[in-house]
């Protein structure tokens, strides 16, 4: 797969401020790319310098092979945190005006329009004004409006900030569908559950310096602790916990189930495989849980911001 966008050696400084230190990312095209990290990591700045609201001090940045010029815009939709809806004009009225200044025609745009607020259920909604509208409805027109010019990029930042459960599933799955037809999506967000759910990579951004980049698989099978939660049916619970013990390293696990198990986190040694544990437990009692623990998203950043 080859890359959509190529961030290289960008740095940039506000005054004494380094926003950005030599920070070089790489989107795959067809991807969903999540950019993480703390608030005042560099993540908001990367985001304007890819849009060429800022430029960076030194650096490039390339699109679909092309160093960024102003003719990209085009190429760009962005929903950014802080939305920029006109409270006081009518929702058709400014959504077809933002889609002109994304160079559709009248008819274009009205027609991509009525195929988006058919879809996403908001055609009753075309006469009124922004400011009669709740968070969650006037962010369904902002999504809109990002990608109805059908662009090669799209830059969602907290994109489900405003939604309730429902609506924020529902512009998941167009995020999901827009990109399987070909779009190359950059996800900002600190939910980590929905980066888990949505990105194909990541990269992760910790005062002003990246620090991890990569398939987000990749980085799991990178952060693997070789544990395992599992849950044993034995007579004599201690007895096999001393057993255990011996061979292997062992922790209390604690999970729901509706059995009355011995239940253990248990790390694998060297030499030793999932089967080789799975065995030595059904030897000594009925094995009841076996999962292992990948660690999540949340996990991996919270440990790879505290170690830098």
């Given at each position: 797969?080859?890359n959509?966008?190529?961030?290289?050696?960008?740095s940039?400084n506000?005054g004494?401020f380094?926003?950005?230190?030599?920070?070089?990312i790489?989107?795959?095209r067809?991807?969903?790319f999540?950019?993480?990290?703390?608030?005042?990591?560099?993540?908001?700045?990367?985001?304007r310098?890819?849009?060429?609201?800022?430029m960076?001090?030194?650096?490039?940045?390339?699109?679909?092979?092309?160093e960024?010029?102003?003719?990209?815009i085009?190429?760009?939709?962005?929903?950014?945190e802080?939305?920029?809806l006109?409270?006081?004009?009518?929702?058709?009225?400014q959504?077809?005006?933002?889609?002109?200044?994304?160079?559709?025609?009248?008819?274009?745009a009205?027609?991509?329009l009525?195929?988006?607020f058919?879809?996403?259920?908001?055609?009753?909604?075309w006469?009124?004004k922004?400011?009669?509208?709740?968070?969650?409805?006037?962010?369904?027109?902002?999504?809109?409006?990002?990608?109805?010019?059908?662009?090669?990029?799209?830059i969602?930042?907290e994109?489900?900030?405003?939604?309730d459960?429902?609506?924020?599933?529902?512009i998941?799955?167009e995020i999901l569908?827009i990109?399987?037809?070909g779009?190359t999506?950059?996800?900002?967000?600190?939910?980590?559950e929905?980066?888990?759910?949505?990105?194909?990579?990541i990269?992760?951004?910790?005062?002003?310096?990246?620090i991890?980049e990569g398939?987000?698989?990749d980085?799991?099978?990178?952060?693997?602790?070789?544990?395992?939660e599992?849950g044993?049916?034995?007579e004599?619970k201690?007895k096999?916990h001393g057993?255990?013990?011996e061979?292997?390293e062992?922790?209390?696990?604690n999970?729901?189930t509706?059995?009355?198990?011995?239940?253990?986190n248990?790390?694998?040694?060297n030499?030793?495989?999932?089967?080789?544990?799975?065995?030595?437990?059904?030897?000594h009692?009925?094995?009841?849980?076996f999962?292992?623990?990948?660690p999540?998203?949340?996990d991996?950043?919270i440990?790879?911001?505290?170690?830098?």
């Amino acid at each position: 797969m080859s890359n959509l966008l190529e961030v290289q050696s960008v740095s940039k400084n506000f005054g004494t401020f380094k926003a950005l230190n030599n920070v070089s990312i790489t989107v795959p095209r067809g991807s969903i790319f999540g950019l993480l990290g703390p608030n005042g990591a560099g993540k908001t700045t990367l985001i304007r310098i890819i849009n060429q609201i800022t430029m960076p001090d030194s650096g490039t940045v390339r699109l679909d092979g092309e160093e960024l010029c102003k003719d990209h815009i085009k190429d760009i939709g962005y929903l950014p945190e802080e939305r920029g809806l006109y409270k006081s004009m009518k929702v058709g009225e400014q959504a077809m005006y933002l889609a002109q200044l994304k160079g559709l025609g009248k008819s274009e745009a009205k027609a991509r329009l009525k195929y988006w607020f058919e879809r996403l259920e908001i055609g009753d909604w075309w006469n009124k004004k922004i400011q009669e509208l709740s968070k969650g409805m006037a962010q369904k027109v902002q999504f809109v409006v990002t990608v109805l010019h059908q662009p090669k990029l799209l830059i969602f930042d907290e994109p489900f900030s405003g939604f309730d459960p429902i609506n924020a599933n529902l512009i998941k799955d167009e995020i999901l569908r827009i990109r399987d037809i070909g779009a190359t999506v950059i996800f900002s967000t600190h939910r980590m559950e929905s980066v888990e759910e949505l990105c194909d990579d990541i990269a992760l951004i910790n005062k002003s310096n990246k620090i991890l980049e990569g398939r987000l698989l990749d980085i799991k099978r990178q952060y693997k602790i070789n544990t395992f939660e599992v849950g044993i049916e034995t007579e004599n619970k201690e007895k096999l916990h001393g057993l255990l013990s011996e061979r292997f390293e062992v922790s209390p696990a604690n999970f729901k189930t509706l059995n009355d198990e011995l239940k253990l986190n248990i790390k694998i040694q060297n030499g030793d495989t999932p089967n080789t544990l799975f065995h030595y437990l059904s030897n000594h009692g009925e094995v009841s849980h076996f999962v292992e623990l990948i660690p999540s998203v949340n996990d991996i950043f919270i440990q790879t911001v505290m170690n830098n």
